[in-house]
């Protein structure tokens, strides 16, 4: 971007502080100190422009290095996790739906450890299947 533009500029800022204008024998000329005060507006429009141009290159090559620490950051990551396949050898088939054993509360709605062990196994019958004894 920046040789683009440095093509399309005519004179750079030491071309215009250097520029002496021819001046007229016959008739009415320039004045040379309101064209070197325009001419050293102008130079300092181009400093101007030259460094807001730096500033905006630093903040572009800022930001793809950023970019690029990013994408290397994000490739070390997914190298890191582990890639799973899914193929129908891996798919595990969906269990029978099995109703859980209701059973009607003691009456003074005691739990005791037999009832909570009764409730897991129906869980696991329900969630593995009949087979959970074997796992």
């Given at each position: 971007?920046?040789?683009?533009?440095?093509?399309?500029?005519?004179?750079?800022?030491?071309?215009?502080?250097?520029?002496?204008?021819?001046?007229?024998?016959?008739?009415?000329?320039?004045?040379?100190?309101?064209?070197?005060?325009?001419?050293?507006?102008?130079?300092?429009?181009?400093?101007?422009?030259?460094?807001?141009?730096?500033?905006?290159?630093?903040?572009?090559?800022?930001?793809?290095?950023?970019?690029k620490a990013s994408q290397?950051?994000?490739?070390?990551?997914?190298?890191?996790?582990?890639?799973?396949?899914?193929?129908?050898?891996?798919?595990?088939?969906?269990?029978?739906?099995?109703?859980?054993?209701?059973?009607?509360?003691?009456?003074?709605?005691?739990?005791?450890?037999?009832?909570?062990?009764?409730?897991?196994?129906?869980?696991?019958?329900?969630?593995?299947?009949?087979?959970?004894?074997?796992?």
């Amino acid at each position: 971007m920046r040789c683009e533009l440095v093509e399309q500029v005519k004179y750079t800022q030491k071309d215009i502080l250097e520029r002496v204008f021819k001046q007229k024998r016959m008739g009415v000329g320039y004045d040379p100190a309101d064209v070197d005060n325009f001419l050293d507006d102008i130079i300092k429009d181009y400093g101007a422009y030259a460094g807001r141009i730096d500033q905006l290159q630093n903040e572009v090559t800022r930001l793809q290095t950023a970019l690029k620490a990013s994408q290397e950051q994000l490739v070390a990551v997914k190298q890191q996790q582990p890639q799973t396949v899914v193929t129908p050898a891996t798919v595990i088939p969906e269990a029978p739906y099995v109703a859980p054993v209701v059973e009607t509360p003691r009456p003074a709605q005691v739990v005791t450890n037999l009832d909570l062990i009764k409730r897991v196994a129906n869980l696991e019958r329900a969630v593995f299947g009949h087979d959970a004894e074997n796992v």
